[in-house]
């Protein structure tokens, strides 16, 4: 069984056990330190805990332990999951990212949503664990860090017309994230009327075999098929961005990755931090058509899934060297090393860089 098969079925698992007990069955109980806290079970202390509080300073010491560094949340994309146990194997969608930041005396959870539903239906299983880390960390706020859907998700919950979670999120970042929609699922959806039909044929084959569907599920299950829905540009564009508005207040920035050996000259040259354009990824064998497919022989910069310009959102930071798999260490046969964990470190140090 290739690394993406694990994947694809420790997803079933998750699937099957969210939709037998509830969209909470899947919430990581926030208490494990395998997959939630910091080293003590909290945030790491900044002192505040050290000082001798006395009536004047109480006040102001209370601010402090509720303020920043707050947590940070990392929110999986479709068909992920958080951490699963399957026989001696343990399997994470963001691979060794959690173990990698809580050594580094960060805070640092996983929440586990329904793989495949729409992202309306995943945050309802997301607030009530967002509730759960306030409450187990006494923090006031978190900071959310989405990967592909999980990016909108983040979006959705935060945003005033969806779950309105803006005064107790400090910051959303996203890598991947589809802010623009991906031509691959209007392609699915049969949207794309200027593509001959065996083009269509090629991207839906290769988009199924990579979240481990058929053809009869994606027409049959009405969840799956409004989620892709959701990924798609005409819904992106003309629905999801107009209806759900940034909060106030909440710090948004986004990552996007390149691959298929593009340097990303131009369309990364306006992130915060510098495009390596001599670092250059070659993408894994189940996202090289999809790839290539985004390029439309016009060379459009993309991760296999999501182009650069797509997302795109909030304060541009950077384009990592990598295909939309890898920026969170899933690794097909032979495919050379992208460090993650140092993405993802980066990503951390950047939010506590600005004060979060």
């Known amino acids: 069984m290739t690394p993406h098969s694990v994947l694809s079925f420790a997803s079933r698992v998750a699937l099957v056990g969210l939709l037998a007990c509830g969209s909470e069955a899947g919430a990581p109980d926030p208490g494990a330190g395998a997959v939630g806290a910091g080293p003590h079970g909290g945030t790491p202390s900044s002192g505040a805990d050290d000082t001798i509080v006395t009536p004047r300073d109480g006040v102001a010491s209370e601010a402090a332990k509720l303020g920043a560094p707050y947590p940070v949340v990392f929110m999986h994309g479709m068909a992920g999951f958080g951490q699963l146990g399957l026989g001696p194997v343990g399997i994470t969608y963001f691979d060794g990212v959690v173990e990698d930041l809580t050594k580094a005396?960060?805070?640092?959870?996983?929440?586990?949503?329904?793989?495949?539903?729409?992202?309306?239906?995943?945050?309802?299983?997301?607030?009530?664990?967002?509730?759960?880390?306030?409450?187990?960390?006494?923090?006031?706020?978190?900071?959310?860090?989405?990967?592909?859907?999980?990016?909108?998700?983040?979006?959705?919950?935060?945003?005033?017309?969806?779950?309105?979670?803006?005064?107790?999120?400090?910051?959303?970042?996203?890598?991947?994230?589809?802010?623009?929609?991906?031509?691959?699922?209007?392609?699915?959806?049969?949207?794309?009327?200027?593509?001959?039909?065996?083009?269509?044929?090629?991207?839906?084959?290769?988009?199924?075999?990579?979240?481990?569907?058929?053809?009869?599920?994606?027409?049959?299950?009405?969840?799956?098929?409004?989620?892709?829905?959701?990924?798609?540009?005409?819904?992106?564009?003309?629905?999801?961005?107009?209806?759900?508005?940034?909060?106030?207040?909440?710090?948004?920035?986004?990552?996007?990755?390149?691959?298929?050996?593009?340097?990303?000259?131009?369309?990364?040259?306006?992130?915060?931090?510098?495009?390596?354009?001599?670092?250059?990824?070659?993408?894994?064998?189940?996202?090289?058509?999809?790839?290539?497919?985004?390029?439309?022989?016009?060379?459009?910069?993309?991760?296999?899934?999501?182009?650069?310009?797509?997302?795109?959102w909030g304060v541009f930071q950077q384009c990592v060297p990598a295909d939309h798999l890898k920026e969170v260490g899933q690794l097909g046969p032979a495919a050379q090393s992208f460090d993650h964990l140092k993405l993802f470190r980066d990503i951390v140090a950047r939010i506590r860089k600005a004060g979060y």
């Open 105 to 312: 005396g960060e805070s640092v959870f996983v929440t586990v949503v329904p793989p495949f539903d729409t992202s309306a239906a995943r945050v309802q299983a997301l607030s009530k664990q967002i509730d759960d880390i306030l409450k187990r960390t006494g923090k006031a706020k978190v900071n959310l860090v989405g990967h592909s859907q999980g990016g909108m998700d983040a979006r959705l919950i935060t945003s005033p017309q969806g779950l309105g979670y803006g005064d107790r999120v400090a910051s959303v970042t996203t890598v991947a994230t589809p802010h623009r929609g991906s031509k691959v699922a209007d392609a699915v959806l049969g949207l794309l009327q200027y593509l001959p039909a065996d083009v269509i044929d090629s991207v839906t084959g290769d988009f199924l075999k990579l979240v481990e569907k058929t053809a009869y599920e994606l027409q049959s299950d009405a969840h799956l098929r409004q989620q892709v829905v959701e990924l798609s540009e005409k819904y992106m564009t003309t629905v999801f961005n107009p209806k759900y508005q940034d909060a106030p207040g909440v710090l948004y920035m986004s990552y996007g990755g390149r691959t298929n050996l593009r340097t990303g000259i131009g369309v990364c040259d306006d992130g915060k931090y510098d495009n390596d354009a001599l670092d250059v990824d070659t993408t894994q064998l189940m996202l090289a058509p999809l790839a290539i497919f985004l390029e439309e022989g016009k060379l459009e910069v993309n991760d296999g899934l999501v182009t650069v310009e797509s997302s795109k």
